[in-house]
């Protein structure tokens, strides 16, 4: 009788705790997307989100990248639900939004308008990329998700001119900057606190290469890379 009633208990426990969880929790919200793939999103509603979700074949770079009318926002998560990196304005008024994902490893897009009170509908479109292109006055994140991995800026400048890279970090970051050739132009670390920064002067017409990572091969998480075009060289406290 007592083993019955403790049946009866438990299984009005769990119904209890299941009327409490919000619907999405109780069923999969996450439209698939493929690599190639352009998907139509509608919001309908206020401050409407849509979910997209996508399992790499291959550990590679992968953009995100929105077409509208409006302002929108995108926002990648790993597998549990933690955000790697948003944007909302990379392309335009749009968001452009990039990481290095693990092949076999889920992912997920959230896809929005900027502002909660707009609706109508946008594309979002999927692709792999070698490096990520950067813009002279552009901040993006650069996402370390494998140890040892590094993340790629492309640069391709339409005036010749002086340029510098800034890295930003709370852990030590160091930077490679490539020719379009592959070969090194210059390697720099720790001259920016725990970060990377150098100048160089880039010739117009060229496509140069930023490889940007940890220091600690062990290490993984966030950082920014910044690019700024430059008048003169800036000169660091103790430099001649």
């Known amino acids: 009788m007592k083993s019955k009633c403790r049946k009866v208990w438990v299984l009005w426990v769990l119904l209890a705790v299941l009327a409490l969880l919000p619907v999405s929790a109780l069923a999969e919200e996450w439209d698939e997307i493929l690599v190639g793939q352009t998907r139509t999103v509608n919001i309908t509603e206020r401050a409407q989100i849509m979910r997209y979700r996508f399992v790499p074949e291959e550990t590679a770079i992968y953009v995100f990248h929105a077409e509208s009318d409006g302002n929108t926002y995108g926002t990648i998560l790993d597998g549990q639900g933690n955000e790697l990196v948003s944007d909302n304005d990379g392309n335009g008024w749009d968001f452009y939004v990039h990481a290095q994902l693990r092949a076999g490893e889920t992912y997920y897009l959230e896809a929005r308008y900027l502002h909660a009170s707009d609706t109508g ?85 060229k496509s140069y290469i930023l490889e940007a990572r940890y220091h600690d091969s062990d290490a993984t998480g966030s950082f920014s890379v910044t690019l700024e075009p430059l008048q003169s060289i800036p000169v660091q406290a103790g430099q001649t």
């Open 121 to 205: 509908t946008f594309s979002v479109t999927l692709e792999v990329l070698e490096s990520i292109p950067i813009r002279p006055g552009q901040t993006l994140t650069a996402v370390i998700t494998e140890p040892g991995q590094a993340a790629r800026f492309c640069f391709a400048p339409e005036e010749t001119g002086l340029y510098l890279f800034r890295g930003e970090s709370e852990s030590d970051t160091y930077g490679v900057l490539l020719d379009d050739r592959g070969e090194q132009l210059v390697l720099s670390y720790d001259n920016n606190g725990r970060g990377f920064q150098h100048q160089t002067e880039f010739q117009a017409g």
